[in-house]
C-alpha cells in the first residue's frame, strides 16, 4: 500500500505499514537548520533501513546501507568540495575499512574507528610524501614508515604525528640515522653513518 504522510519530520510518500509508518521504498523529504533533506530508500517500520539516497541541498550526498535511521554498512559520503568517503560505516561514523579521498589531493586508504583514522593506514600527499602504518585518532602514531618527496625516509617509532622511540632516518644525500628519537628530534643513542663511510656512534 502506498501513501503520503505528513509526519512531525517531513513528509512521506511511499509504502506503509497496517499502521501506516513507513514501510519498503519510499521518499522523505525534510528540513533541518534550513537545509533541504531527502532520502529516497528503503525502511522498515518507520525508519531508514537498507539501501538508500541521502541528500542534504547540493552539498552533501550519501548511498548506501542504513540500520535504524543510521548509516550502518558500506557506503559513499560526499561532501561536495571538501572529501568523498567510500567504506564501512556503523552507528552513522566512518567504522572499518575505507578510502577518504580530499579535494586538495591527499587520500588515506585504512581503518577507521569513530570518524577518524585509527588503526593501519596509508595517507599520501599530493607533492609525494606517503606515511605507511599505525595510526591513533588522526595522528600517525605506533610503527609506521613515512617516504618524503625530497627522497628522505624514516621507519620506526611515532607519536602524535611525531617521530619518537626507536627509528632509523635516511637522508635525500644517503646520509643514516639508526637509534633514539624524542620530539621528532634525535634524542639518545644512535649510530650516523655518511656515504663515505664515516660513522659517528654516541648521544
Known amino acids: 500500500m502506498k501513501k503520503k504522510l505528513h509526519l512531525k519530520i517531513g513528509v512521506y510518500e511511499g509504502e506503509v505499514n497496517k499502521k501506516d509508518k513507513p514501510h519498503g521504498k ?3 523529504t525534510t528540513t533541518y537548520d534550513g537545509e533541504k533533506q531527502k532520502y529516497v530508500g528503503e525502511f522498515v517500520n518507520g525508519k531508514k533501513n537498507g539501501l538508500g539516497t541521502f541528500t542534504e541541498s547540493d ?7 542504513y540500520k535504524n535511521d543510521l548509516k550502518h554498512g558500506k557506503g559513499t559520503l560526499t561532501i561536495l568540495g571538501v572529501e568523498k568517503y567510500i567504506g564501512e560505516f556503523k552507528d552513522d561514523k566512518r567504522n572499518g575499512k575505507g578510502a577518504l579521498l580530499f579535494s586538495d589531493g591527499r587520500k588515506y586508504v585504512g581503518e577507521f574507528k569513530d570518524d577518524a583514522f585509527n588503526g593501519y593506514g596509508t595517507h599520501t600527499w599530493p607533492e609525494g610524501d606517503r606515511y605507511v602504518g599505525e595510526w591513533k585518532d588522526d595522528w600517525c602514531h605506533g610503527h609506521g614508515t613515512s617516504t618524503w618527496a625530497d627522497g628522505g625516509r624514516y621507519v620506526g617509532e611515532w607519536k602524535y604525528n611525531q617521530k619518537n622511540g626507536k627509528g632509523t632516518y635516511t637522508s635525500a644525500g644517503g646520509v643514516k640515522y639508526v637509534g633514539e628519537w624524542k620530539d621528532d628530534k634525535k634524542h639518545g643513542k644512535g649510530t650516523e653513518t655518511w656515504p663515505d663511510g664515516w660513522k659517528y656512534v654516541g648521544e
Open 26 to 28: 519510499g521518499v522523505l
Open 59 to 65: 552539498d552533501l550526498k550519501y548511498v548506501g546501507e
